[in-house]
């Protein structure tokens, strides 16, 4: 293999992280870029698709088996399940079947990229030490993601190849298919608040609309997993990656509901999967209505929007690590969001 040739396969393709990564890496020349998710997806001139079943040894081996060129992985894919306890099987296993199928055909094989996030601090147990940072202790188990953190460690041990973990926090994308679209969340139960001739509520605990907070753009994101794979010295290193400034919903909420041409009236403690367990048929109108692509299933995450509006503390992170080892790229928050609803407005997810 041509020692400067470079082969992404970006597991989890149809997510929102993997989206976005395969989107920043058809912008670099020098890739050539495989995605492999459960779905799979149209082979374009610059990305070759892979339906794959990684809960499956066996189909993981038959499908990704062949994939001797492989350079580097971005593994982004992600199950989820009822309890943090339940999360764990699958989640170690789709990438325990990734890696056993492309390592021992993958002679040039030379990074893996792992996905994580805040719940590797225990963000998501209750109040956690702020800003996090990538040397902190970790807490009691189950966690999926450092039970995955720990296997790449040791499997990498004697090997040509190394890893980096990535610590988003909440990530703000345009990508559909991931249960955790925080921007979705708000979009979708801004239109139907607007729809409905309401005021846009911030429908979260009051604690949550105080507290610090912190998000990650998908863009942003992405350029910093590529960077973190090339050679620059994150060689078996975690890094936290957020946009670089920080918000409290209350000042955040009122200019969302300024881009969405709505009145704020004062924050109101309410079970989104509850509330909008009965509009699918007020959604089945706006998309007559409105020409919208997407039916209310597939819009609809709210028990993680029911999960971060819970949230009464702080929720952020030390990303200084990332900047000493040169990645200064940053978002400002409010023209993420506003950027987001403008994608999704372009693609009919929202009128």
Not at 53 to 59: M, P, V
Not at 121 to 137: M, N
Not at 168 to 183: D, F, H, K, R, T
Not at 295 to 314: A, I, P, T
Request: negative net charge; aromatic residues 10%; proline residues 5%.
């Amino acid at each position: 293999m041509n020692p400067e040739r470079r082969v992404a396969l970006v597991v989890g393709a149809n997510g929102v992280v993997g989206r976005d990564t395969i989107q920043h890496l058809r912008g670099l020349d020098d890739w050539e870029i495989i995605g492999a998710s459960r779905r799979g997806g149209t082979d374009t001139d610059r990305v070759r698709y892979i339906a794959v079943d990684l809960l499956d040894a066996d189909d993981a081996r038959e499908k990704l088996g062949g994939l001797t060129e492989v350079t580097h992985v971005f593994y982004a894919a992600f199950q989820d399940r009822p309890t943090w306890a339940e999360l764990v099987p699958p989640n170690l296993a789709m990438l325990v079947n990734s890696v056993d199928a492309v390592e021992p055909v993958a002679p040039g094989l030379r990074h893996i990229s792992l996905m994580q996030g805040y719940k590797v601090y225990g963000a998501h147990l209750g109040p956690f030490k702020t800003p996090a940072r990538e040397s902190d202790a970790g807490h009691m188990p189950p966690e999926f993601n450092v039970d995955q953190q720990s296997f790449l460690e040791r499997r990498s041990q004697g090997t040509s190849w190394t890893w980096s973990a990535i610590r988003p926090s909440m990530v703000g994308s345009s990508a559909l298919g991931n249960p955790m679209n925080l921007a979705l969340v708000i979009a979708v139960y801004a239109s139907i608040s607007k729809e409905l001739g309401l005021p846009l509520r911030f429908p979260g605990k009051p604690g949550a609309y105080t507290s610090l907070f912190e998000m990650t753009d998908a863009n942003l994101l992405a350029k910093a997993t590529v960077w973190a794979a090339s050679d620059t010295g994150g060689e078996g290193q975690a890094f936290n990656i957020a946009n670089g400034d920080l918000f409290r919903w209350d000042e955040m909420w009122p200019r969302i509901a300024a881009y969405f041409d709505m009145d704020v009236a004062p924050p109101l403690q309410m079970s989104l999967s509850t509330v909008m367990a009965d509009k699918e048929a007020l959604w089945n109108e706006m998309s007559a209505r409105y020409g919208l692509a997407h039916s209310y299933d597939e819009v609809s995450c709210w028990n993680f929007g029911d999960f971060v509006f819970g949230l009464e503390y702080d929720m952020f992170a030390d990303t200084s690590k990332s900047r000493r080892a040169g990645f200064h790229e940053y978002v400002e928050t409010e023209q993420m969001f506003i950027r987001v609803f403008e994608e999704f407005r372009k693609q009919k997810i929202i009128p």
